[in-house]
Nanobody, 119 residues
Framework: QVQLVESGGGLVQPGGSLRLSCAAS????????MSWYRQAPGKERELVAA???????????VYADSVKGRFTISRDNTKNTVYLQMNSLKPEDTAVYYC?????????WGQGTQVTVSS
């Protein structure tokens, strides 16, 4: 079964940290570029960070301007897992975070995990 399962979301105070994980199964994880998106209430889903597949520029990553210097995306191809380390969290980071896998025309989405940044 092809699936992505996110975990690690929760409630955190401003300035705090969280690490999201996304476990992949049912497809060749290393061949897929992996991304994290987020969607806040009333807003469109936006790209947060993306990392290349194992066959491309290994571990080449891009970030949204709003998270540069605070978030880090990484992947472990031996565990079929992609991570998003989030530091110095702000209330505006509150959203549902989705994991995404893409290779050519194949796109896979996870079910999302809620991140709430509030005091």
């Amino acid at each position: 079964q092809v699936q992505l399962v996110e975990s690690g979301g929760g409630l955190v105070q401003p300035g705090g940290s969280l690490r999201l994980s996304c476990a992949a199964s049912g497809f060749t994880f290393s061949s897929y570029a992996m991304s994290w998106y987020r969607q806040a209430p009333g807003k469109e889903r936006e790209l947060v960070a993306a990392i290349s597949s194992a066959g491309a520029n290994t571990n080449y990553a891009v970030y949204a301007d709003s998270v540069k210097g605070r978030f880090t995306i990484s992947r472990d191809n031996t565990k079929n897992t992609v991570y998003l380390q989030m530091n110095s969290l702000k209330p505006e980071d509150t959203a549902v975070y989705y994991c995404n896998a893409k290779a050519k025309k194949n796109i896979i989405w996870g079910q999302g995990t809620q991140v709430t940044v509030s005091s």
